[in-house]
């Protein structure tokens, strides 16, 4: 099983049931909503199927909303690309949860709201290699090019120097809605209905809030297998 597999297992809704990319108009002339509630990658949102959809809007304004776990990183990339090279004006809204990739996902709008009780995660990139020394410092040179790509992005949005985010990213830094407007991430806060909710299977990160986490001795198969993926021993042990 490739390693792309196993963490989008680990990432999917409890409920094992997927969330399609919801494209739908709105009421106000000219605005569309898209909404990304799921994971990023194969087993929820793919770059393919959101790139066409983006590609059909005709609207002055789209609205992005994300409530995501994140993903794959290059597919988030390609969409991120295809909201910036659209003629409408992008208004994010972080319902829930824009982990991970879906954070970065996020910096596509020009504008970015966050609910009250919501969260944004950033951490390094992952990867997982198989091979010799070459093998490994080639991954590793890799790893080290996305976060400096990331975190340029992020201190492009913020308007703060790309190294205040790279101690943020080694810890793995989960911001609460006031927070990650003083970090200059998003542009607002806004109280309606919304907030981050326990949908997801988030044992894969390290610091995941304990609002966000599986109940106690609510152990189901997927929350086992994320588990376990944070542990070396488990990547040796899925390992081709």
Do not use: C
Not at 26 to 33: D, F, K, L, Q, R
Request: charged letters at 30%; proline letters at 2%.
């Amino acid at each position: 099983m490739k390693f792309k597999e196993i963490l989008a297992r680990a990432l999917r809704p409890k409920d094992g049931k997927p969330a399609a990319l919801q494209v739908r108009a709105m009421e106000g002339e000219g605005e569309v909503e898209v909404l990304v509630y799921d994971q990023i990658g194969y087993w929820g949102i793919t770059a393919e199927e959101f790139v066409r959809e983006v590609k059909q809007i005709d609207a002055e304004t789209i609205h992005l909303r994300i409530d995501s776990p994140g993903g794959d990183v290059f597919m988030a990339r390609a969409m991120k690309t295809a909201l910036e090279q659209h003629s409408a004006r992008v208004i994010a809204h972080v319902d829930g949860l824009a982990a991970s990739a879906a954070s970065y996902l996020m910096l596509a709008g020009d504008e970015i709201e966050i609910a009250k009780g919501a969260f944004v995660m950033i951490h390094n990139a992952w990867m997982i290699t198989l091979g010799d020394t070459r093998d490994h410092t080639q991954s590793a040179g890799m790893l080290k090019k996305i976060d400096g790509s990331i975190r340029a992005d992020y201190a492009s949005k913020s308007g703060k120097d790309a190294e205040e985010f790279r101690q943020l990213m080694d810890e793995e830094t989960w911001l609460e809605a006031e927070e990650a407007l003083a970090m200059g991430l998003v542009d607002r806060v806004y109280k309606k209905d919304g907030g981050a909710e326990n949908r997801f299977d988030l044992a894969i990160f390290e610091n995941t809030p304990d609002a966000l986490k599986q109940p106690t001795g609510e152990k189901t198969a997927a929350a086992h297998r994320a588990a376990q993926m944070r542990k070396l021993e488990y990547f040796e042990r899925v390992a081709p």
